[in-house]
């Protein structure tokens, strides 16, 4: 499949259904925490009208906002963890997505989703974890890491630690993240 991981991105997160391992807990501990300054700016797909804008939030902590092919915005806090020797990219959504009022917007729970960085310059390099994936392994082997299955829809529950255990380990199993995809720094950005 061709598609962008930007667009599959924001339409996995944005609908709240689909592909894309979601999780009630972060891939990150605060120890992990790295800020990699190589990351800030704006990135896009060769071709694509998408846009990944990455500022700085705080010491540790990115503001992501991503822009799809139709103008439509999504804001993420980014958390960047290094586990060991490998970089993933924690995504939280900030506030709800809805357009209901308090009562229903309190009803919403925002989850983690993250990308494995494979690189940061001179292009980002990432790749998500496989879904479909994910749920085969997990009819397989159901204890591997805690999870459920909420209206349909695989959500993982393991904490922190289990969860960076699980993924680290499974970076080298075949099927388990998706094709990579790499964004350009967009020249006229920085």
């Given amino acids: 499949m061709q598609k962008t991981l930007a667009l599959f991105l924001f ?18 501990t605060e120890r992990d925490l790295v800020f990699e300054p190589a990351l800030l700016g704006e990135w896009s797909e060769a071709g ?5 804008k990455f500022s700085r939030d705080d010491a540790n902590g990115y503001i992501f906002v991503h822009t799809d092919e139709d103008g439509r915005r999504g804001d993420f ?4 963890g290094k586990i060991g020797d490998v970089l993933f990219l924690d995504l939280a959504p900030i506030g ?3 357009k209901g009022n308090l009562l229903h917007g309190l009803h ?25 994936w994910l749920e085969r392994f997990l009819a397989a082997h159901p204890d591997a890491v805690r999870h459920d299955t909420i209206d ?3 959500v ?3 904490p922190t630690g289990e969860l ?27």
């Fill in 77 to 80: 806090r980014a958390r960047l």
């Fill in 96 to 98: 709800s997505d809805s």
């Fill in 108 to 132: 919403f729970v925002p989850v983690h989703s993250f990308l494995h960085v494979e690189r940061v310059g001179p292009t980002l390099r990432v790749r998500a974890p496989d879904q479909a």
């Fill in 156 to 158: 993982l529950t393991a």
């Fill in 48 to 52: 694509s009208k998408e846009l990944w």
């Fill in 11 to 28: 339409a996995i997160l944005m609908s709240g259904a689909g592909c894309f391992v979601r999780s009630l807990h972060p891939i990150y």
């Fill in 152 to 154: 349909g829809d695989l």
């Fill in 164 to 190: 960076q255990a699980f993924w680290t380990g499974h970076l080298g199993t075949e099927g388990a993240f998706g094709d990579a995809s790499e964004l350009e720094r967009r020249a006229d950005a920085r």
